[in-house]
């Protein structure tokens, strides 16, 4: 593939977005951050922000972004469509947590409710995303089992790296949180090098005859070609890199965004240091993110 700027934004500040987001919440409910406003304020006004800029970013994928609302009403049928409307129904008990937790600095009861529903609208949306292009049987790369895992890991980890950061600035210092951090890296980098060897090994079960619905004959050949000059699907779907690259990139991304942030946090333990902490938690998040 070789995607648009929009969408890797959108793929990565959204997925981050949503990822801390639903920590936020869930810690919230969990009684396990204090009801500080200005740390309130910092994690939810932080993570809604990277969500709505990725999804203002999605829109100009769009051939059309005016026409942006029309995905809404294919709910039924399309997970794009279920992703926009998962993405704001989540903006609802998101905000209602901001206003309780930066208004009046409340906890528990409603506001432990709101905060378990953005963690479930915010880990649904991210569903939705994955399975916008796990449901495509004709892209092998994408309809396999680990499309949908490594979304949902892959913004968990960036998640809680960010809220781990920005716990520990606000000298909030939560082990579990770290430990956390350590296994979405581990758990996100070996669905990611799984994935990889999938698609490697496995060149799909669509072709020519499956895709014409014609089972009977063992070969089917077209009388034209599918496509006679560049267009949308040649630029962004049939893009190839040498293998050689694909490999070095595929490194390059594991020690950036998995092994860098991994021993920085080991490292940040071991020290048994606040200020380690946070600036192992600073480094990885922008490594992780940068990687992503």
């Not at 500080?36 to 970013?57: H, S, Y």
Request: net charge positive; hydrophobic share 55%.
């Amino acid at each position: 593939m070789h995607p648009a700027l929009s969408v890797l934004i959108f793929t990565t500040t959204s997925g981050a977005g949503y990822g801390l987001l639903a920590l936020a919440g869930l810690l919230h409910a969990a009684g396990a951050l204090p009801p500080d406003r200005w740390l309130g304020f910092v994690l939810l006004t932080f993570a809604l922000i990277l969500i709505t800029v990725g999804l203002l970013a999605s829109t100009f994928h769009l051939g059309h972004p005016e026409r942006a609302w029309r995905a809404f009403s294919q709910w039924r049928s399309s997970w794009l469509s279920r992703e926009g409307v998962m993405a704001v129904v989540t903006y609802v008990p998101a905000g209602l947590l901001w206003l309780g937790w930066v208004a009046f600095e409340g906890e528990g009861g409603f506001w432990a409710v709101c905060g378990l529903l953005t963690a479930l609208g915010a880990a649904a949306t991210v569903y939705c995303t994955g399975m916008i292009y796990a449901s495509l049987p004709t892209v092998p790369q994408w309809h396999n089992p680990w499309t949908v895992p490594g979304y949902l890991l892959l913004g968990l980890m960036t998640g809680a790296l960010l809220c781990f950061a920005i716990a520990l600035w606000f000298g909030v210092y939560l082990p579990g949180l770290g430990v956390l951090c350590l296994v979405t890296i581990l758990a996100a980098w070996l669905i990611k090098w799984t994935y990889w060897q999938m698609i490697d090994g496995h060149p799909g079960d669509s072709s020519t005859v499956t895709a014409t619905g014609l089972t009977a004959f063992s070969s089917v050949r077209l009388l034209d070609p599918p496509h006679t000059e560049q267009n949308f699907l040649m630029k962004e779907m049939g893009f190839q890199i040498g293998r050689k690259h694909a490999v070095k990139l595929r490194r390059l991304a594991l020690a950036a965004g998995g092994a860098l942030p991994f021993l920085l946090l080991v490292l940040a333990f071991l020290a048994a240091a606040v200020a380690a902490f946070r600036l192992a938690a600073v480094l990885a998040t922008l490594a992780a993110a940068c990687a992503l």
